[in-house]
């Protein structure tokens, strides 16, 4: 897909990795909407470096846990800037949950924000995708689908369910709109990761390094403009963790 003059939707497009990601595709000509929950002043800053790019931008605030948030979210974007060819579901909630203590309430949010807000999202483009005849999702899911850490489950579970909406996706949407997803390994560390953390994250690679941000976003590039003959895929950016 040439994406010049396109529209893409990026979900937690205001910082981290969904900024790299808006910013890449910005950067091929791409005009991008970006939503965000809480991050308001970051939003507005990665809107005005879209912009900087000879592009449209908009930033929308969405809690994704929302169906009617996300529908009408979708409902706008493809008002205001008439067409919506890209999705890339990169909004996410992550925080330890050990075991013992997981609550109701830590469950429902993980899954409701993990996985039920990208299918919400999806269902809303996907639909406008297929009428139009074309168009791309890309969900950016975790190399914890392939082996769940233990003090992650609720969020693991909601990954691995995105793995799988991912495939089911791409059968239901075929064969005008292709959807993957990108499993990322350690690229960046939430808040509060020690060092010794941090160290046997790298270790664990064969790289012996962590990615980055672009990392993640050339792999999205390759996904929507390098190739059209690729759906219900999942690529491991990960360093070779999976190998070790």
Same mark, same amino acid.
């Given at each position: 897909?040439n ?7 990026v979900?937690?497009g ?19 909407a ?15 470096l879209?912009?900087k ?36 579901? !990169? %909004?996410?909630?992550?925080? =330890?949950?050990p #075991?013992?203590?997981? /609550?109701? &309430?830590?469950?429902? +949010? ?24 074309a168009?791309k999702?890309?969900?950016?899911v975790?190399v ?10 609720p ?12 495939r089911?996706?791409?059968k239901v ?6 959807? !993957? %997803?990108?499993?990322?390994? =350690?690229?960046? #560390?939430?808040?509060? /990761?020690? &060092?010794?953390?941090? +160290? ?16 993640i ?14 759906t ?13």
């Open positions: 897909m994406i010049k003059g396109k529209v893409a939707l979900t937690g205001a910082k981290r990795v969904g900024r790299q990601v808006s910013l890449g595709l910005a950067s091929r000509g791409c005009h991008v970006i939503t965000y929950n809480t991050s308001e002043t970051e939003a507005g800053r990665t809107v005005a879209i912009r790019q000879g592009v449209r931008s908009a930033a929308y605030r969405v809690d994704q846990r929302d169906a009617d948030q996300v529908k009408e979210a979708v409902k706008q974007i493809i008002f205001r800037f008439r067409r919506l060819d890209v999705l890339v579901n !990169n %909004a996410s909630s992550f925080y =330890p949950t #075991f013992e203590n997981v /609550t109701e &309430a830590q469950w429902e +949010e993980s899954i409701r924000t993990n996985l039920s807000g990208p299918w919400w999202f999806a269902q809303a483009a996907g639909k406008a995708m297929k009428r139009r005849g168009g999702i890309i969900n950016i975790d914890s689908v392939f082996s769940p850490w233990i003090d992650y489950l969020y693991s579970a909601a990954k691995g369910g995105l793995a799988v909406l991912t089911g996706l791409a949407l075929a064969p005008e709109v292709q959807v !993957n %997803a990108i499993a990322p390994g =350690p690229i960046l #560390f939430p808040p509060g /990761t020690s &060092a010794k953390e941090k +160290e046997k994250a790298v270790r664990r690679t064969l790289l012996k390094r962590c990615g980055s941000p672009e990392d976003a050339q792999a999205v590039l390759f996904l929507v403009c390098g190739t059209d003959f690729v219900g895929a999942m690529i491991p950016v990960d360093g070779g963790r999976l190998l070790a």
